[in-house]
């Protein structure tokens, strides 16, 4: 069955920005809090941190310049895909790091001792990912690098579901990473193997495809919210 909701006309009032980058926050939120779980399952760092810790390695600045390299490198890819940096990038650097210090402030997960919580956790950790990225990927308002570029992904090549692009995409970061020096744990290949499945699962029970949505230029949307 095939969505039927057109995801090519979003955006168009201030209302609806308004009402989208709340809702996008909120899938940030989700978002943020699977990523603060997967980190307290304590059996293995995400694909893209075996990359980040592999590039500190080999390249010996730190693991935080790294991370802000990586971020702007995808951006670059991002841009030259033709793809619009939106809202919700900004919102995504915004709300993502801060509920994560929020959610280790908070301490309302101790990390795991046993491996089968561990992975208990991080498999619910993931399916948060999953709704999050569900959540503000279909709004219209942009998504944050990494998630730009696996929209970037669904749309040329359109016979490979958006789970499959992601076990590829995560793979091909982990493998990197580990070749460059970053530690590969359990946590990682369950992660590499499950995140893909799981939302493109979730995808198809929502009739909802990546690639129908047509993202906003965040200078479009600054147009129109100050009325121009």
Known sequence: MQDMKDYSNLNKTRKEIVRNA???????????VGIYLTIQANIGVAPWDVLNQG??????????????????????????????????MVLDTIIVGKTVDLMNALDLVAPRQSLWSGVLLLLFGLLLLAVGMRIYM???????????????????FPKLSIGALNVIMWATV???????????????????????????????????????????????????LIGR
């Open 22 to 32: 709340l809702w996008a926050s909120v899938g940030l939120f989700v978002f943020a």
């Open 138 to 156: 279909a709004l219209g308002l942009g998504c944050g690098p990494r998630d730009t570029l696996l929209v970037a992904l669904c749309k040329r």
């Open 55 to 88: 590039l500190a390695k080999r390249i010996g600045i730190s693991y935080g310049s790294v991370m802000m390299t990586v971020s702007a490198t995808v951006i670059v890819i991002d841009v030259l895909m033709k793809e619009p940096i939106g809202l919700g």
């Open 174 to 224: 982990t493998v990197i990473g580990y070749f460059l020096g970053g530690q590969v744990g359990l946590g990682t290949v369950i992660s590499v193997v499950c995140m893909g499945p799981i939302l493109n699962t979730l995808c198809r029970m929502t009739h909802f495809n990546a690639a129908d949505v047509v993202h906003q230029n965040i200078l479009r949307t600054l147009q129109i």
